[in-house]
């Protein structure tokens, strides 16, 4: 039983040469931009207690991580997210400090996938953030602008959308129609896919054709302002009004704000009803068929670590960036390196070769050292 | 420089969708299909056709090489892929069923051996179902299994019946409707939003004339 050398495990790989330069860089990009935005660097273990993943993602997406038993027997997990380890610590370690709490962090997850679909990969970098202990518009706003100045300082200006979205609405209309589990999720599922033919189907047996019709609005209503006049005619029950409020006065801010070139308002987007608990934004990039980064609001969050309060946060993809950065043609945006032309030194003793090379590092040159087999005996 | 690429299941479905296409504006010309060629524009310069096997359709629009295609709801199913369907055709119409030699399926010894080209589909049902099947997988002729003795039944797709007859094959189960469906990749969909949604409504016009 023994693997060829060259084997690596699938959904794991090597980085390197101007890609690992490119992914370092921005790394660097991002995280300069949340320190400055006040967001305090943050980086869980890698290993942790299962349980702790079972409480912060949810026993079904925490199925996902790579486990392993302590040496007492207790389940440990390579850690499969970043924002299960910061609430834990923002409810426990820090749970006298003041609010808000504003953590950034840049840090590999691991998860066992099975091999399928377009994301398969079984290590990535997640870049994010956390902004804890305050809801409400302002909170939302800050962190929208942090992945906006993000995007823009890749050179993504024009490539980018962001759409977002208030579970409150779907939830809303949902909790009128008395639905068991997995009739709700087969729900979520088709509003979710946009697939309007199969929902209606689906619906006829469960609710009125008034109600059919405020759903049919759901998968269709995505784009500007236009689609809260156009959500108000259709959807009247009290939850999803007070969300489309709370929605429609987010997108004025960032309407105000000159911004809302790059959002989109999604009412279909439901991917993680067990998750979010409000706001959800979805960030894409031209020539990127994937997600490049995903966040929203997480009340319940906390609560699972004994101390509930508001929180909003946001994760973006490292490969998926690299990616776009690539696809946009905007990677010498980060100044590729000061690719300076190295110095090649060489000579017969060591100790002339290196004082020549510390006084050209000294200097900030790049150097290479010519290494032949028998310089160094 | 073309708004969209369409990926279009090669087959089956590949003239019917074409014409469907036609209907919304979207005309192949005349040279183009009749040429082999696997990648081609239509007349306004605006699309660009890419012709991939069936399987191949939700691989390639879920990774945004494709921003939208047409594909049957059979080959979704089989693919678990993440895709927008928001549009059901009216054309590729079957039915995805369980078919034998007897319709009592069980003969009291268990295990039920399934041949099927769909063993995601086949083994979601049975699951469902609490079947406990062993499931063997072809690529093709999969009427005959049953008949040589490779398996008890076949999950397949049904239009007309006439081959499993032929076959000495009967329908068992009907397990879900089939018929083609527009999808589009996430991104797409918001990125080229006004793109995807002029072609969206096109198509949903030329559906319905389908449709009455």
Request: glycine share 12%.
């Given at each position: 039983m023994s693997e060829s050398l060259s084997a690596i495990p699938s959904g794991v790989r090597y980085y390197f040469g101007r890609e690992a330069h490119l992914r370092r860089a921005i790394e660097h990009a991002a995280m300069s931009i949340f320190k400055a935005w006040s967001y305090e660097e943050i980086t869980p273990p890698s290993v942790d207690y299962y349980s702790l993943f079972e409480r912060g993602m949810g026993s079904v997406e925490a199925q996902d991580a790579f486990r392993f038993t302590d040496t007492d027997g207790k389940l440990l997990a390579?850690?499969?997210?970043v924002t299960s380890g910061i609430a834990r610590a923002a409810a426990t370690l820090m749970a006298k400090r003041e609010r808000p709490l504003r953590f950034s962090y840049a840090a590999p997850v691991f998860r066992l996938r099975a091999e399928s679909?377009?994301?398969?990969?079984?290590e990535s970098t997640q870049i994010g953030c956390e902004l804890i202990g305050r809801n409400g518009c302002a909170a939302d706003t800050e962190v929208l602008l942090i992945a906006v100045e993000i995007l823009s300082s890749l050179g993504l200006d024009g490539s980018y959308a962001i759409t977002i979205n208030d579970l409150e609405v779907f939830n809303g209309i949902v909790g009128r129609l008395g639905l068991d589990a997995p009739a709700q999720e087969k729900l979520r599922e088709l509003v979710d896919t946009h697939n309007a033919g199969d929902l209606e189907r689906f619906l006829a047996s469960y609710a009125s054709t008034e109600e059919c019709a405020s759903f049919a609005q759901l998968v269709k209503?995505?784009?500007?302002?236009e689609v809260f006049q156009n959500a108000r005619r259709v959807i009247t029950n009290d939850r999803s009004v007070t969300a489309l409020d709370r929605l429609e006065a987010l997108w004025g801010v960032i309407d105000s704000l000159g911004l809302s070139a790059h959002f989109e308002v999604d009412l279909g987007d439901v991917s993680r009803l067990d998750y979010y608990t409000g706001l959800i934004f979805k960030i894409y990039v031209a020539g990127v068929g994937m997600r490049v980064g995903s966040g929203g609001r997480y009340?319940?969050?906390t609560a699972n670590f004994g101390k509930a309060e508001p929180a909003v946060g946001f994760v973006l993809d490292l490969d998926a960036l690299a990616e776009a950065m690539r696809a946009n043609e905007s990677i010498s945006r980060l100044g590729e390196v000061a690719e300076r032309t190295a110095a090649l030194i060489m000579d017969e003793d060591p100790a002339v070769l290196f004082r020549e090379a510390l006084r050209k590092r000294e200097r900030g040159d790049r150097v290479v050292i010519n290494l032949k087999r028998d310089l160094i005996p | 420089m073309t708004n969209l690429t369409i990926a279009i299941a090669k087959g089956r479905l590949q003239a019917e969708a074409l014409a469907l296409l036609a209907r919304a504006g979207l005309r192949l010309p005349d040279e183009a299909r009749l040429s082999r060629r696997l990648a081609i524009e239509d007349e306004s310069g605006r699309y660009r056709f890419i012709f991939v096997k069936p399987a191949d359709v939700p691989v390639y629009v879920e990774h945004g090489i494709a921003d939208c295609g047409i594909v049957g709801r059979d080959v979704l199913l089989e693919s678990e892929a993440d895709l927008l369907q928001p549009l059901t055709l009216e054309i590729g119409r079957c039915r995805i069923v369980v078919a034998a030699p007897d319709s009592n399926l069980s003969d009291g010894f268990g295990m039920l051996r399934v041949a099927t080209k769909y063993p995601r589909i086949a083994a979601k049902y049975f699951g469902e179902h609490g079947q406990p099947v062993e499931i063997i997988e072809l690529s093709g002729s999969v009427e005959l299994a049953p008949v040589l003795g490779l398996a008890d039944c076949i999950v397949d797709l049904v239009e007309t019946g006439a081959t499993l007859r032929e076959n000495g094959l009967q329908i068992v189960e009907v397990i879900a409707k089939s018929s083609a469906r527009f999808v589009v990749n996430r991104a797409s969909y918001q990125l080229k939003a006004n793109f995807v949604s002029s072609l969206l409504e096109a198509l949903r016009e030329a559906n319905e004339d389908r449709k009455a």
């Open positions: 390579l850690r499969p997210d679909h377009a994301e398969w990969r079984r209503l995505s784009g500007r302002g009340d319940q969050l | -």
